[in-house]
């Protein structure tokens, strides 16, 4: 199954708003110093996270998997003055790229990085958010979105990545545990009577959550 279509994904960033140079910069220092670089949200996911947060006036942000920063700084820059947001993730080498983007990007006011497990971290914050990004380990989505409901106000909106999980997820044979976990989780919201949701096929596939 053929989900990223490299004419199709040319096309879209053309007609997509330019990337900032300080995430241009942050996606090629991800290639040269990540094994993962593919793990980054990119120009057109990066410009709809943004946009997003700025239709929102999203004030109050929380992401869960931060990497090296490139969605946190794409949604902070979105965001109105005086807009705050929280970033998570458990792995402390990719803390320092996020933190010189983030610097480059004038945003440490902005933004706040908090190194350790979402699962964890998540029970200790304060809500309510406007806009919750989940895109960390895929096994914990269903965890992470009962954990973010709670956290997010009325008419808020959880955004979760890969949700098509480059196509794996429609083929009945494949049934490892990132894939059954993606699985279980589209279903899980798909049945959850407190959310209205449209799973959007940007990129890897991008499950849009809003709250009743
Ligand atoms: C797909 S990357 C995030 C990409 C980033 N949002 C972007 O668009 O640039 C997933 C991240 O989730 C982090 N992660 C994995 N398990 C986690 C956990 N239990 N708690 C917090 N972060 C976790 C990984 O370390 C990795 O950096």
Not at 76 to 98: F, H, R, T, W, Y
């Amino acid at each position: 199954m053929y989900v990223f279509d490299p004419t199709i994904d040319e096309y879209s960033a053309r007609y997509s708003s330019a990337e900032p140079e300080v995430l241009a910069e942050l996606s090629r220092i991800t290639h040269l110093r990540t094994l993962q670089p593919r793990m980054l949200s990119g120009q057109v996911q990066g410009r709809f996270l943004g946009m997003m947060a700025g239709l929102m006036n999203a004030g109050r942000i929380l992401e869960i998997g931060t990497f090296t920063g490139y969605s946190a700084i794409a949604l902070a820059q979105g965001m109105p003055d005086g807009g705050k947001l929280i970033s998570i993730d458990i792995n402390d080498e990719v803390m320092p790229i996020a933190r010189e983007a983030i610097a480059k990007a004038g945003l440490q006011e902005r933004i706040e990085l908090i190194t350790g497990d979402a699962a964890h971290i998540m029970p200790t914050l304060e809500g309510p958010f406007d806009l919750i990004f989940i895109d960390a380990d895929k096994r914990n989505y269903a965890r992470y979105y009962q954990l973010a409901l709670p956290l997010l106000r009325k008419g808020g909106l959880i955004l979760a990545d890969n949700v098509l999980w480059s196509g794996r997820v429609f083929d009945p044979q494949i049934r490892d545990a990132d894939t059954e976990a993606l699985r279980s989780f589209s279903e899980l919201v798909q049945h959850d009577e407190r959310v209205d949701n449209v799973l959007l096929t940007l990129r890897d596939g991008l499950l849009m959550i809003v709250k009743r």
